[in-house]
């Protein structure tokens, strides 16, 4: 399944944000192969550039159902410009990294500093702990953020990771992909039966 997203972003707003319960039009405007992502507020202006088309393959389908499962999915308070995966399997972090950069949704390299946020327990060591999740997401060490304080209850052998990233565009176009998708599927579902 191809996915334009031109014809899929036409018409969609951001979330409404908390304090003033807006919503705003994202802009779609096609460059080539790319398309330029934006909405006005009040003079900010977010700015963002996908591809034009996407193809639907099935690592994207997985890494959109563990956005799902596993991410930010909240529109009230600020949560509604927040994209954010918290896992501790440092395996499969790396594996959404990957996918979201191979489809030209979210390269590393223009993550935020400090965008990669690590909770840890007691018995962690911050420095190896922020060395293994560097190597492993393949990002640089200022990308890594560790909490302050260690976590008695944080228990896992490499601590929780949270890709957190305020992003109202990134948010709001992922989650629509998402949408786009998930519904074709039901629909073909349905026609099958």
């Not at 994207?60 to 501790?88: C, D, H, P, Q, V």
């Not at 420095?127 to 953020?145: M, N, Q, T």
């Amino acid at each position: 399944m191809r996915v334009d997203l031109y014809k899929i972003l036409q018409g969609v707003k951001t979330y409404p944000s908390w304090y003033s319960n807006n919503s705003y039009d994202l802009i779609t405007i096609p460059e080539g192969n790319k398309l330029f992502v934006t909405y006005n507020s009040k003079g900010k202006r977010g700015k963002r550039y996908f591809p034009r088309s996407l193809s639907i393959t099935p690592d994207l389908l997985w890494t959109l159902g563990f956005i799902e499962g596993e991410g930010s999915n909240s529109t009230n308070k600020s949560a509604y410009r927040r994209f954010m995966i918290t896992n501790s399997n440092p395996t499969k972090m790396k594996f959404v990294l990957d996918v979201l950069e191979k489809h030209q949704i979210l390269a590393r390299a223009s993550l935020p500093r400090n965008s990669i946020r690590v909770r840890y327990g007691l018995q962690h060591d911050k420095g190896k702990l922020a060395k293994f999740w560097r190597e492993k997401l393949k990002v640089s060490l200022d990308k890594i953020y560790l909490s302050t304080k260690a976590d008695p209850l944080k228990t896992s052998e490499y601590g929780v990771c949270d890709i957190y990233i305020s992003d109202v565009i990134l948010r709001r176009v992922t989650d629509r992909i998402r949408e786009y998708v998930f519904a074709q599927m039901q629909s073909n579902i349905k026609e099958e039966r």
